[in-house]
């Protein structure tokens, strides 16, 4: 069994207030569980306006499966105009672990 994780630090553009956030995270988090079949959250930084902290979990047998997705996972939320992907985190547990 493997485990991966993805932890995305993003700073929102045009945000000036909690449910403008809300209106701006809830979309990233929806696309992602839709099309990639992860468990995907806000889990931080629920009290600031302007920051986010969105957290991304996979687990599978096939370790190149979590890495591919992860990867794919990454690449959409960078690649999302309305926010600035300031930093991820990235971890990967095994049966060694």
Known sequence: ?????????LLLGDVHSLKEKRSVVRPIVAELQRKFSVSAAEVG?????RRALMGVAL???????????????ERLVAARP???????????HGDED
């Open 1 to 9: 069994m493997y485990v991966g994780t993805l932890s995305f630090d």
């Open 45 to 49: 930084d629920q009290d600031l306006h």
């Open 59 to 73: 687990v599978s047998g096939d370790a190149g499966f979590v890495s591919d997705v992860l990867d794919r996972c």
């Open 82 to 92: 309305e926010v600035e992907l300031l930093s991820v985190r990235r971890r990967f």
